[in-house]
């Protein structure tokens, strides 16, 4: 195997030692760039923001609209059609209470996919329990991707929303997404993506990809936990009413009536995320330095050629298409994921092993679980060989 490595190891505390992480689309390792901004928010530069009156918070607003501008220019779009949010889940929540529970009726439809995370699953069904709408599911070509063709043959005017993953959590699966914004809008549907795998690896342009709502988690993407964004057009926020009430998201208050501050503030109740949005700022920084296309080949190659050599095991099956992008999910025969997890884990190899939050996908897989490795920018081909040295050992144990 030859030696491909886009970043140092060493940009990461969390990766010191001999360790091999293999579960970065749980959550990326952070480079020391987003720990310094972090520490330099949370200390030397704290100070709420939109309300103070002295210098050090006036600053701190700089920044933190500074990050929202950022997340704009990186989906490419404009920064008033920026929400921050918790993450990607909050996100789904908030298109779902917010735009859908007012647009949608009983009657009307959802279409989803099989390969669905759970955020982009429950909250519809929240909503279809509150008001009657109806779910359908979109079926996957063989090797794991959503059927697009499938798609077009069931949509309808009735379908009102399309919310389809960009990257699958568990298959790696890159779903092409101006071809089925072209298919949502055709019956009149909004489409939303979830970003969350897609945002870290893959160079975006809403306006390209031509959907209505983007969402992506930024501890995935070498940024914090607590904080991700939602991405809608601005037409779209402006007609949304607000899903949390709170300081922050008003206009004026009376005990007789309250009216809103425009969006993106409206969807945006409390204190913000300050310094969870100061270090999504670096890890964007930082993401884009390293260049979103490289970010891509490398995700690509790692996968295919770990695709490689599981394939040359008559003992291991691989879930997912020849050309996923940084995630390969398989099974090896005769030995449950968690086992192997945990021999894994004695070799420094850390993997994911289970359902991946997407349960219909394992129902439709037919097993209850599968074992995962992921990559990050600083994923290399020691990963990879440690991943089949300790596949060999748990071959070894189990006979
Ligand atoms: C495809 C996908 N969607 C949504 C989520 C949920 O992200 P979060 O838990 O950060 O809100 C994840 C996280 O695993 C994911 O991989």
């Not at 060493?10 to 293999?22: I, K, S």
């Not at 908030?94 to 859908?100: K, P, R, T």
């Not at 940084?326 to 945990?342: E, N, Q």
């Not at 439709?364 to 060989?385: C, K, N, Q």
Request: charged share 20%; net charge negative.
């Amino acid at each position: 195997m030859s030696t491909d490595t886009l970043v140092l190891k060493d940009q990461f505390p969390g990766l010191a030692g001999n360790w091999h992480y293999l579960d970065t689309g749980a959550t990326a390792q952070k480079p020391q760039a987003v720990i310094d901004a972090t520490v330099n928010a949370l200390g030397r530069d704290y100070a709420t923001v939109h309300r103070g009156v002295y210098a050090r918070s006036a600053d701190m607003t700089l920044a933190f609209e500074a990050a929202r501008r950022k997340v704009a220019a990186f989906l490419g779009g404009h920064e008033d059609e920026i929400v921050f949010t918790r993450g990607a889940t909050e996100a789904i929540n908030l298109v779902a209470q917010s735009w859908a529970a007012t647009n949608l009726k009983a009657g009307d439809r959802i279409l989803l996919s099989v390969l669905e995370h759970h955020s982009n699953i429950v909250p519809w069904q929240l909503l279809r329990d509150r008001t009657g709408v109806e779910i359908d599911v979109c079926p996957l070509t063989e090797d794991g991707r959503i059927d697009l063709e499938a798609a077009e043959r069931i949509l309808t005017p009735a379908h009102k929303l399309v919310a389809f993953a960009h990257v699958s959590n568990v298959l790696g699966s890159v779903l092409h997404v101006e071809h089925a914004a072209k298919l949502a809008h055709a019956v009149g549907a909004k489409l939303l993506i979830d970003g969350c795998q897609a945002a870290p690896r893959i160079a975006l342009d809403v306006a390209a990809m031509d959907c209505d709502f983007y969402v992506f988690s930024a501890h995935k993407l070498y940024g914090p936990t607590g904080i991700g964004a939602l991405w809608a057009k601005k037409a779209t926020l402006d007609a949304m009413p607000p899903w949390q009430g709170g300081g922050s998201m008003i206009d004026r208050v009376t005990f007789e009536k309250t009216t809103y501050a425009p969006a993106p503030q409206r969807f945006e109740a409390g204190t913000p995320m300050i310094v969870e949005a100061i270090g999504l700022a670096a890890a964007i920084d930082w993401l884009t330095a390293q260049g979103l296309d490289r970010a891509e080949r490398h995700e690509r190659d790692l996968a295919a050629r770990l695709r490689a050599e599981l394939g040359k095991r008559n003992d291991i099956t691989l879930f997912g298409p020849a050309d996923s992008v940084g995630i390969v999910s398989f099974a090896m025969d005769g030995v449950h994921p968690h086992d192997l997890g945990t021999i894994l884990d004695e070799e420094g190899v850390a993997i994911r092993a289970g359902h991946h939050c997407a349960q219909p996908l394992m129902d439709h897989l037919g097993v209850p679980a599968t074992a995962r490795a992921s990559f990050g920018l600083y994923s290399d081909d020691s990963d990879i060989e440690a991943l089949m040295k300790g596949i060999e050992r748990t071959r070894r144990i189990f006979g």
